[in-house]
């Protein structure tokens, strides 16, 4: 009798242990499919899925001769017809005369960008003299603009950077100031009772609070600054991509215009991937806390 109390007794108490136990791996296997399913999770390598997929049926429907030839050649001769712009010294240097004139406008428009945004976010004053001419010059066609920056700064270089510089400041100013304008007071309040100096609240709510807007602006200026010099380029140039494949239109070779829009379609789609890389790594703690 004695016996059969005890292990029931034991009985009891393991069945009692293992369900704790139990229900621990099942909270941890809830998490894990969680962050699996998660949108941010996903990884790099699977966005060139559809790249990969769009090429394979340009290549299938080349080889069956579904495509005119002369008006989308086949993936094999654009290969081809870059190798021998590479060879020829054509293709790395227009493509480092985009690079420096992307970088050059990125640059500034980025620095505007911020700046403006953190002086109207952070004062009534800044924002009463700021957002209302950010917002008008929104309203206006950026490319609109260069006549009148051609007859100010000349047809070089300078209305050039200029134009990619408005391109790229625009959506880094307005997705920055409204994730300022979108802290919660309640951290405000809290910044207040702690005693906080003006840089301690900046440094430690404002820029938190402000990054996830910021990299959401990033990645449009990224891709404005990429669409503009398209556009640029084919414009009172000597030289890039656009006058590549300005030249290329006007001999008719509509080879030498896929490799530039290839050639501009990877640099866009690197730099974007970039920039979602940093953000996911400045921003994790966003994924532990949603954890």
């Known amino acids: 009798m004695t016996t059969t109390t005890t292990a029931s007794t034991a009985t009891g108490t393991g069945s009692t242990t293992a369900a704790p136990v139990k229900d621990r791996?099942?909270?941890h296997g809830t998490r894990r499919r969680r962050r699996s399913l998660s949108p941010g999770r996903s990884l790099p390598a699977s966005r060139l899925v559809g790249p990969a997929v769009l090429l394979a049926l340009w290549?299938?429907?080349s080889a069956a001769g579904r495509l005119d030839p002369g008006a989308i050649p086949a993936p094999w001769t654009v290969l081809r017809t870059a190798g021998h712009l590479w060879t020829a010294g054509t293709l790395p240097t227009d493509i480092l005369t985009s690079l420096e004139r992307a970088a050059y406008g990125f640059a500034i428009g980025l620095t505007a960008g911020v700046a403006l945004a953190l002086a109207s976010g952070l004062s009534r004053i800044g924002e009463a003299l700021i957002d209302g001419t950010v917002n008008l010059n929104r309203a206006i066609p950026t490319l609109g603009l260069i006549p009148l920056f051609i007859l100010?700064?000349?047809i070089g270089e300078s209305f050039k950077i200029a134009i990619i510089a408005i391109v790229v400041y625009i959506p880094i100013y307005l997705n920055t100031?409204?994730?300022l304008s979108g802290i919660d007071s309640r951290f405000v309040e809290l910044a207040e009772v702690q005693g906080l100096s003006r840089w301690a609240f900046i440094r430690q709510i404002v820029i938190p609070g402000a990054l996830p807007g910021f990299f959401v602006g990033l990645r449009l200026g990224v891709t404005g600054s990429w669409l503009g010099l398209v556009v640029l380029e084919q414009i009172n140039a000597t030289s890039g991509l656009g006058y590549m494949m300005f030249q290329a239109q006007n001999y008719g070779q509509s080879d030498v215009i896929l490799v530039g829009l290839l050639v501009y379609g990877?640099?866009?789609?690197v730099s974007d991937s970039t920039v979602r890389l940093i953000e996911r790594r400045v921003l994790s703690w966003r994924?532990?806390?949603s954890s």
Not at 266 to 269: A, E, K, N, T, Y
């Open 25 to 27: 791996e099942e909270g």
């Open 59 to 61: 290549a299938g429907a």
């Open 152 to 154: 100010w700064l000349g």
């Open 177 to 179: 100031h409204a994730a």
């Open 266 to 269: 990877v640099f866009g789609l």
């Open 287 to 289: 994924r532990t806390l």
